[in-house]
Structure formats: structure tokens, C-alpha cells
């Protein structure tokens, strides 16, 4: 094999940005190793039949209030402003999530939602996030009450769709994702930065990794060419002394010798529908107990600006739990005591190869958006660029 400095193993933003950095700042030999067909990670998007920029595994939209990252990715193509907006279905209303003032005004009478808007701001005040579990142990009746029906109504069935199990049993992380807002801001986001990549992400990825230092593989699994022995990394058969940038599940990487990490996947159903749009908004989410999806996305809304087909797409997302000789993607790692044990066994076994180096979300088995996996590379960029 051609002599390299670094091989990253897998070509999403966490791979994708190091790899960048290692070879364009520093000039190093970069090869890039994916067991999928296609860079991207799951960021991947492709255009679909009906013109439509698709993301293949899931919607992905790219907010942050980090300038660094902001800088960072707008160097590698156009973007346009995007504000993501969620509808909820809660009976026969279709309305805004996070449940804020408005969803108030939707589900309940004038004089209802009246005194319960002035009992949450004089409790709380404007412009205030309260995770729905917090809201539920309020000694105030009317703040109780309200937080039992968007318990039952917006978090309940879409949280046990989503993860399997009931708000109270996950970790507050997770629950703390989507609070109450206490405002009429019917936004998903209020970052200073929300934006989307024009001709999709792929074109992004394409740019960042088009360069004559970084060499890439695609259908290719690290585990036929690279194992670990005693401290050392072997590719080919060969000690490697550059470093490995490992994004991928670090339980795979060690052959699960200390038991598999327990995941949630997602599947998808696409549907082509012959109508200028579908829904209001870009994503409708089904918080009910008899829909078995959870959300319906139209990409339409959120990937481009000018499309004139009168036809759409929408995708249905089924959460799952992962099982990895189904063919099956991970996607959220679950976090309880067993298996942060479990992380931690591994992490001290990769701790015995100091030319490896884990980033990502499953590599570091956590939740990251994706600015903050950026901002994660550039800094282990930064940390080898002391070093080097």
C-alpha cells in the first residue's frame, strides 16, 4: 500500500474535517477509508427523481452560534439562510415544537391559554427553556396540569418511539433536547448561524476532501486491513507509526471483546407524491400512540430554494432498536450505567495505542450535533498540530 502519514476511517464531518486539516495545514498523506459507496457519512444527499435534493439517512440541518465552525464550513461552498419550523400533530392541531406560546393559543380556549401564559412568564419569564420533566414536578396546579398535557400529548409516545422507553427512564440529556419554550418563537432553533448548503451536502464534502494529499476509499471495512496488536497498529501486515482517526463504533474496532454498545437506528420510507407540497412545514412530527413513525419530513422545504416541480417527496422515519447483523445504521447511542461501562472499557483499551485517535459520535459513544463535531475535529487538529 502507498506510504501515509494518516488514515481516517470514515468521511463524515468528524473524519472529513480532520482529514482536511492534516492535509491542507499540514501537508500530510491522508487516506480516508469508508465501508459505505459514497462520502458523506450521513450527511449524504443525492437528487432524487423528482429533482428533489433527498437526504438519504434522515433530515440534517446545520444550525450552531459557533463563529469558528461557521467560518470553517462556508469556506467549502454556497449556503443560504434556512430557520427550521416542526409541527406537531396533538389531536387535531397541527402545532409549532418545541411547544411554546402558540402551541398554548392551538390547544387550548382564548381565556385558558391566556391565564396560562402569564402563570408561566411570571414563573419563569420570556424567552425561557424548561425541560418537560422539570415542568412536571411544579408544585403550581395550573403549571402542573399544563405540563401532564404536553407530557402526555407531545413527549410520551414519540419518546418511546424514538428510544424504546419512557422519558423518565432515558437520560435527561436527551429529554432536555426538546423543552418547553416559553415564547412566540416558533423557530426549532435560535442559533445565530442556521443555514443549508446549496446543491446539498455532498458538493460540501466533495470540496473539503479535493485535494491532492487525501486519497479515498470507499466500500472498504477497517477491519480488512487494519488490527491491533499489543500496543501497535497493523495495516496490511505492517506496523503503521502515522496515526489512525477512527470515527466508526469503537466496540467494532476491538471485535466487541468487552460486549456491544447498545444503539437506536431509524428506518426510512420514501413516498414521491404528485402535489406542488405535502405539509406547511419541512418536518411534522407524530407524537400519537397509533402512528409507528415519528416524524414526516418533505425535503423540498429545506434543500432548496427554487424548486418549480409540481411534484414532492416525503420520508417516514421508524425508529428501531439497532441490531448489527441486520445491515442496520447506529445512530443514537443509549446511555445508561452498563453501557458507559462498557464505553469505558473500551476507551481504556484504546488508550494502550497512542497513535489512535477516537472522534465522533460513536467512536466517543456521544450525542453530537453537527457543529459540534466540527468544532471536536478542530480541536484535535489543533492538539496534533502542537505536537507534530
Not at 75 to 91: A, C, N, S
Not at 242 to 260: H, Q, R
Not at 329 to 347: M, Q, R
Not at 370 to 380: P, R, S, T, V, Y
Request: charged letters at 30%; one cysteine or more; aromatic letters at 14%.
Amino acid at each position: 500500500m502507498k506510504k501515509y502519514d494518516v488514515i481516517v476511517v470514515g468521511s463524515g464531518f468528524a473524519g472529513a474535517t480532520i482529514a482536511e486539516r492534516l492535509a491542507n495545514k499540514l501537508g500530510k498523506k491522508v487516506l480516508i477509508i469508508d465501508k459505505r459507496d459514497h462520502i458523506g457519512g450521513n450527511m449524504y444527499d443525492y437528487v432524487d427523481k423528482n429533482g428533489i435534493i433527498t437526504h438519504k439517512y434522515g433530515p440534517h440541518l446545520f444550525h450552531t452560534n459557533l463563529d469558528n465552525v461557521y467560518d470553517y464550513v462556508t469556506k467549502f461552498g454556497k449556503w443560504f439562510t434556512y430557520e427550521h419550523r416542526v409541527l406537531g400533530k396533538i389531536k387535531d392541531n397541527l402545532v409549532p415544537i418545541p411547544f411554546n406560546l402558540t402551541s398554548l393559543e392551538k390547544c387550548f380556549s382564548k381565556e385558558k391559554s391566556e391565564k396560562l401564559k402569564k402563570v408561566l412568564i411570571n414563573e419563569f419569564g420570556l424567552e425561557k427553556k424548561i425541560p418537560i420533566l422539570e415542568l412536571r414536578k411544579h408544585s403550581d396546579k395550573d403549571i402542573n396540569e399544563l405540563a401532564e398535557f404536553i407530557y402526555e400529548n407531545v413527549f410520551l409516545y414519540y419518546t418511546m418511539k424514538q428510544w424504546g422507553q419512557t422519558p423518565d427512564e432515558i437520560d435527561p440529556e436527551v429529554t432536555n433536547r426538546v423543552p418547553i419554550f416559553i415564547s412566540l418563537d416558533d423557530r426549532y432553533f435560535q442559533d445565530k448561524y442556521q443555514i443549508m448548503p446549496v446543491g446539498g451536502y455532498t458538493k460540501i464534502f466533495e470540496n473539503m476532501l479535493n485535494s491532492e494529499n487525501i486519497d479515498i476509499k470507499l466500500s472498504v471495512d477497517a477491519k480488512s486491513i487494519m488490527s491491533f496488536l499489543e500496543g501497535k497498529i497493523m495495516v496490511e501486515g505492517e506496523v503503521f507509526k502515522g496515526l489512525v482517526i477512527y470515527t466508526g463504533e469503537v466496540d467494532e474496532l476491538f471485535n466487541y471483546k468487552y460486549g456491544d454498545l447498545p444503539y437506536r437506528s431509524l428506518k426510512f420510507e420514501f413516498e414521491s407524491k404528485d402535489v406542488d407540497y405535502y405539509q406547511p412545514v419541512a418536518t411534522v412530527n407524530y407524537p400519537t400512540k397509533e402512528d409507528k413513525f415519528t416524524r414526516i419530513t418533505e425535503y423540498k422545504h429545506m434543500t432548496g430554494e427554487n424548486y418549480n416541480v409540481n411534484k414532492t417527496t416525503i420520508m417516514r422515519e421508524y425508529p428501531c432498536q439497532y441490531e448489527k447483523n441486520k445491515n442496520m445504521i447506529p445512530y443514537y447511542p443509549i446511555n445508561n450505567e452498563e453501557s458507559k461501562n462498557i464505553y469505558e472499557k473500551y476507551l481504556q483499551e484504546a488508550n494502550r495505542y497512542p497513535n489512535l485517535h477516537l472522534i465522533g459520535r460513536l467512536s466517543q459513544y456521544k450525542y453530537y450535533n453537527m457543529d459540534l463535531i466540527i468544532n471536536e475535529a478542530l480541536k484535535l487538529f489543533e492538539k496534533i498540530e502542537k505536537e507534530n
